[in-house]
């Protein structure tokens, strides 16, 4: 089974400088998805960005971009210029290729809660 | 439409109530979940439905019973809860083919056992 941890359960930042959220994951499998959600409390979960692990290039998704590091296993999430709609839970997730049945679903960290001030 | 709209938003029902949760998507994605998340947890996963058939986790009770009548449509159907179970649920769909596409969540239901 897969392991996802995130080791920081809280996180600040000021407005408009650079924040860091790590996540690390455990996996037998050589080919699977990664991913960055964001929860404000607004409850709803909202994909920041993902990563397929075939792929070398880090993905880049305007302010966000992530530092994958597949020996490591290791997927970190780096926000520039934060602002203050950025603050939330941030939740890593795995997903295995399987696409149907239990073995299709997102398997959770922690959660990281990043709080933005002025 | 890109959504999944879940209702209600906020339930509150005793423990010998019978309710009924409801998501849908009109996106065509054929695979379909519900998340049960605890206060300050990660979302857990209760129930799959891929092109409307039905995958469990098998922790989850009984009283805990989904149903999804068509692709677009999915239901949880809730029967002698506990307090325990007072929890936000989600429901998230993704297309069957694309697992890199991620899942798009729904705002969920706020439940409140009684």
């Known amino acids: 089974a897969q392991t996802v941890t995130q080791s920081q359960p809280e996180m600040s930042v000021q407005e408009a400088e650079t924040v860091t959220l790590s996540c690390t994951y455990d996996t037998s499998e050589s080919d699977y998805y990664l991913f960055w959600y964001k929860q404000p409390p607004s409850r709803q979960m909202i994909l920041v960005i993902r990563q397929e692990a075939y792929k070398q290039q880090n993905a880049t998704e305007n302010r966000f971009s992530v530092n994958f590091q597949k020996a490591a296993k290791s997927f970190s999430l780096k926000i520039s210029d934060s602002q203050l709609g950025d603050a939330a839970m941030y939740f890593c997730?795995?997903?295995?290729?399987?696409?149907?049945?239990?073995?299709?679903?997102?398997?959770f960290g922690t959660g990281t809660r990043l709080q933005v001030t002025l | 439409d890109t959504e999944v709209t879940q209702t209600p938003k906020h339930l509150v029902m005793g423990m010998t109530n019978k309710k009924s949760l409801k998501c849908e998507q009109h996106m065509g994605h054929r695979a379909m979940y519900w998340y049960k998340q605890k206060a300050k947890k990660p979302p857990e996963l209760m129930f799959v439905y891929s092109y409307e058939k039905l995958s469990i986790n098998e922790s989850v009770p009984s009283r805990f019973s989904p149903e999804c009548p068509n692709s677009s449509l999915l239901n949880l159907h809730l029967h002698a809860l506990q307090p325990e179970d007072s929890a936000l649920y989600l429901c998230?769909?993704?297309?069957?083919?694309?697992?890199?596409?991620?899942?798009?969540f729904g705002s969920g239901t706020r439940l409140t056992v009684v």
């Open positions: 998230a769909s993704n297309p069957p083919g694309k697992a890199n596409y991620g899942y798009t």
């Open positions: 997730a795995y997903r295995s290729l399987a696409s149907t049945g239990t073995a299709s679903k997102l398997t």
